[in-house]
């Protein structure tokens, strides 16, 4: 599993709750570069809450992709436990037949049906009191159920801190912006939030680390793994 975010440089995730003004035409180019190379792309319900998005891939990555023997397109998954989820007003460019809702079993029932008619929809969102919302049910539907071997999660913070906290994912692209932002708590986000990490989380290893122009590429190892991206 690969996390893909940005951040500004004083470690600020978020810009009036949106990633959007933090990026630039590079990272977005990185992002959809990522998303080619992976069987599907996730992000928590509050990402896509905070602004419109798109989680496909332009037509010139599909070749890249079909090369790969990968679908035309990730499967889109977002997950979810109050089901406040704005579908049809901020998610574009997704099909019913390729996006995946996961809900958890505190989602209310008429909120699974209404998503229902726009996406597929699986139980796989677990709360935990001691942890915060556990993951782990969710990529092993997205393993044995959707096939799905490379995922890139998107954000938002919180799901990150849950994927950190139990070790799930592999690598970490992190793209560093020349902004500083500034912003009180908790108005402004960092690219983990949740309790502080126990120590026994292993410190990540650099990768590789690019300049371009001012913004500064970093990739990190998070955990070994026999299926980490390679460029």
């Not at 726009?118 to 393993?143: F, Q, R, Y």
Request: aromatic share 4%.
């Amino acid at each position: 599993m690969l996390i893909n975010m940005v951040a500004s440089l004083d470690g600020k995730a978020t810009v009036g709750g949106k990633a959007g003004p933090i990026g630039s035409p590079i990272d977005r180019v990185l992002m959809r570069t990522l998303r080619a190379h992976a069987d599907a792309v996730m992000i928590g319900a509050g990402t896509l809450r905070a602004e419109k998005l798109r989680l496909d891939v332009p037509e010139y990555l599909t070749r890249v992709r079909e090369a790969l023997s990968l679908r035309p397109q990730p499967l889109a998954v977002i997950v979810t436990e109050s089901g406040d989820l704005p579908l049809e007003a901020n998610l574009l460019g997704s099909s019913p037949e390729n996006l995946l809702i996961l809900v958890s079993p505190n989602t209310p029932e008429e909120q699974i049906a209404a998503f229902s008619a726009h996406a597929s929809v699986e139980v796989g969102w677990e709360e935990t009191s001691a942890l915060g919302p556990d993951p782990t049910v969710t990529l092993e539907i997205l393993k044995k159920r959707y096939a799905v071997g490379v995922l890139v999660v998107e954000g938002g913070p919180a799901l990150i801190h849950s994927l950190v906290r139990r070790g799930l994912a592999d690598e970490l692209f992190l793209a560093l912006a020349p902004k500083l932002l500034g912003g009180a708590r908790p108005s402004t986000l960092t690219i983990l939030e949740g309790p502080t990490l126990p120590p026994q989380i292993p410190d990540p290893e650099i990768v590789s680390v690019h300049l371009a122009g001012d913004e500064l590429f970093l990739r990190y190892v998070l955990r070994s793994s026999d299926h980490c991206y390679s460029d």
